[in-house]
Structures are given as structure tokens and as C-alpha cells.
């Protein structure tokens, strides 16, 4: 089917766009009241993103509600650590909880590769009734975690501020590490490459933790994984999204990506010159939605002059919080649209 809007599609491809293109990460979510009936309804969020025709429903919520230029299909990263058997919990008010977790390679050996047909048919699903209720007006972007990150929720078993679990694996048992990568890296290309085949029109993956690594761990442990992925996925355009990891701006750069995604804390002519031939996306400090009407307007006007507006998709350097207000955002998303027109 043709896009009646392919802004996105168009500026990660590196193509003249007329404006640039807006969505949020974490945009189908808490900050929406119609998010929050749903979620009621489902009664808990694994409900929510297990049943296909509610996940959908949610998805195409930001689009017909805040005007964003893309839905992102509603599921999380985790289900692929669950597809892979190590299933997950989310708790309210704390987040998710891996009740086993793996260790050594022989708890590897209880783990396979995901199949997405059968173990992620409830996401495929959504992105089907997704892309019918779409009907063509902005394009669906699939996403997965990157294999470090889905790697420390498997083996830490829950959210930490220093995933020191995580890595002492790393540090201590190379091998067992890498194979673990290396089963998560094979489901996640498959995973992916099902998503485009149900509709997805283009992928990202979040590295939500790189930046908890050092340099050098980062070049051994996570973009070989990341290129293997970047390499793998010639369908549709590829975003990298690597949260804190400033300093691999060059190597992602270099990776067979489309896009690469930044965070606040990451100058935005510096990552021009760093990253000289991809399209980037971002960077606002969610934070900045806190602030008043003049000042969100400001922010946006010097984020657009300072990346473009060409070979640039707007978005913030991370997910939007839940307790932000909707009109806040819908500030955000029109200034976009205002100083990005050519
Ligand atoms: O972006 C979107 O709107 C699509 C949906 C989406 C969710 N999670 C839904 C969700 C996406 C893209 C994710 C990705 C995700 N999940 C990441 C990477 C992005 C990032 O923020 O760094 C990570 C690290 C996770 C793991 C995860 N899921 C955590 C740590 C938590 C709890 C804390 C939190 O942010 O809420 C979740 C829960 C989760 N995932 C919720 C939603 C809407 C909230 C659960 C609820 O509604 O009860």
C-alpha cells in the first residue's frame, strides 16, 4: 500500500522532505488517558501486548491523537528473552522481573533460538491489524532491543542502575557472554525480518544500556551484535538508537544503518561531523516538556537549526515520561512542524 505520509521513510533514506518528520519512543503509553483505559481493560500490560486487536488499538492512538508522523507497534523489548524461554513479569510500580535468569552455559542450553511465527505470532499479529487500521496515513516502525541490553535483563533479571551482574559476566566469562549474545543476535534477526514481512516499514533497535559500558567493552561486546543485525536487515531502513554511548558515535556511524538515534546528552554538530553521510534522530531532554509553551517552541527552534532540517527524523533523546502532560507534547510535535516547513 502506498503512505500518504512517507516523511519517515523518506528522510531515513537520506531523500528531500519538505519538513521533517516527528514521532516520540514511548509514545503509545501512560501519558495518554486513552492509553490508561485500555491498559485497565487489559488489566495488566503482558495482557495488553499479548492480545493483538488492544496492542493495535493502542499503537494507532499517538497517530489519530498527537499528530506524530509514525506509529511504533505497542509490545516491549522482552519478549524476546520470554520467546527465547525466560519469560518475564511486570510489576507495577517497579518494572520487569525475569523470575530465573541465566548464568552459565549450561542454562544457555535450556534456551533456543525464538521463532517468531510461532513464539511472537501476538506481536505479527498486531502489526497486521495495525497496518489495516493505518490504512497507509504514516508508516509503522517494528523495533527490538540490541542483544547487550536484552543480554543484562537476562542475566541481571530486572532494572538496575549498574547491571554490575551483567557485566561481571562479561568480565568473567567471555564465552559464556558471547554465546549468549549470539542466541539472542540470531532471534532478534529473525524476529525483525518476521515484522517487516507482517508490515513494519522500518526497524529500530534501543541499546537502552551502552552507555554503562567502557569503550572498548562496547567494540567487543555490543556492535559486532549490532552489525551482524544492521547487516542482516537489507529489507527496510535501520535505526540504531544507543543510549549513553557518545563515545561509539563514529563506529555506529560506520555500521550498515540508515539512522542513528541520539540522546541529549550528545552535541548535535559534533555527531553531524562524527557521523557525516546517515540521517540522525533526536535529541531532546524529555524534561524540556515540563517546561512552559514559550519555552518547549524555543527548545525545538534551536534543535532544528542546529541539526537541519534535511536527513533529520525529531523525536527526544529517550522515551517521553509517563506524568507528562499530552498538550505538552502536542506543543513539541507542532513546533516541529512549524520550524522544520520549507
Ligand atoms: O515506544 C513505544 O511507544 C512502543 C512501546 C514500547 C514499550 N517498551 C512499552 C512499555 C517500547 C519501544 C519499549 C521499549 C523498551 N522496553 C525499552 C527500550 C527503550 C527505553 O526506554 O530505553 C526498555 C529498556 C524496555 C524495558 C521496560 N519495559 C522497562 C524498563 C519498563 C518499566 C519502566 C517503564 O518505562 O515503564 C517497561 C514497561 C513498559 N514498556 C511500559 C510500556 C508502555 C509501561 C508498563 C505499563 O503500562 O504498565
Not at 552507555?211 to 527496510?236: H, M, N, W
Not at 546528552?265 to 524529555?286: H, V, Y
Request: glycine residues 6%.
Amino acid at each position: 500500500m502506498n503512505l500518504k505520509n512517507d516523511l519517515l521513510l523518506r528522510a531515513a533514506r537520506g531523500e528531500k522532505t519538505e519538513r521533517t518528520p516527528v514521532w516520540m519512543m514511548r509514545q503509545a503509553g501512560r501519558i495518554l488517558v486513552e492509553y490508561r483505559a485500555v491498559r485497565e481493560k487489559a488489566g495488566s500490560f503482558i495482557n495488553l501486548a499479548t492480545t493483538p486487536e488492544m496492542a493495535a488499538e493502542v499503537t494507532l492512538q499517538p497517530v489519530d491523537l498527537l499528530g506524530v508522523d509514525a506509529a511504533i507497534i505497542f509490545s516491549d523489548i522482552l519478549v524476546i528473552p520470554e520467546a527465547m524461554g525466560l519469560p518475564y513479569e511486570m510489576v507495577e510500580q517497579r518494572g520487569p522481573v525475569f523470575p530465573s535468569t541465566v548464568h552459565s552455559l549450561a542454562d544457555l542450553q535450556k534456551l533456543h533460538i525464538a521463532e517468531p511465527e510461532t513464539d511472537l505470532k501476538y506481536v505479527l499479529d498486531a502489526i497486521k491489524i495495525t497496518k489495516e487500521g493505518l490504512a497507509g496515513r504514516v508508516p509503522l516502525i517494528g523495533f527490538a532491543g540490541a542483544p547487550f541490553t536484552i543480554f543484562c535483563y537476562m542475566t541481571e533479571g530486572k532494572g538496575s542502575k549498574t547491571f554490575s551482574v551483567a557485566k561481571k559476566h562479561l568480565y568473567a566469562d567471555p564465552e559464556f557472554s558471547h554465546t549468549l549474545l549470539q542466541q539472542i543476535t540470531d532471534s532478534t534477526i529473525a524476529y525483525l525480518k518476521a515484522q517487516i514481512a507482517a508490515g513494519a516499514d522500518l526497524v529500530q533497535l534501543f541499546d537502552s544500556w551502552a552507555g554503562i559500558l567502557s569503550p572498548e567493552q562496547y567494540r567487543v561486546f555490543s556492535l559486532p551484535y549490532i552489525k551482524q543485525i544492521c547487516d542482516a536487515i537489507t529489507e527496510v531502513p535501520v535505526t540504531v538508537f544507543a543510549k549513553g554511548a557518545f563515545f561509539a558515535r563514529k563506529e555506529i556511524g560506520e555500521l550498515s544503518c540508515s539512522v542513528v538515534g541520539l540522546d541529549w546528552n550528545m552535541d548535535i554538530a559534533e555527531s553531524r561531523e562524527l557521523i557525516p553521510n546517515k540521517t540522525l534522530q533526536g535529541n531532546l531532554d524529555p524534561c524540556v516538556l515540563y517546561s512552559s509553551y514559550d519555552q518547549i517552541r524555543a527548545e525545538v527552534k534551536k534543535m532544528v537549526n542546529q541539526f537541519g532540517t534535511q536527513r533529520y527524523i525529531a523525536n527526544l533523546g529517550h522515551g517521553v515520561y509517563p506524568d507528562t502532560d499530552p498538550d505538552k507534547v502536542r506543543c513539541f510535535i507542532e513546533a516541529v512542524k512549524e520550524f522544520s516547513s520549507l
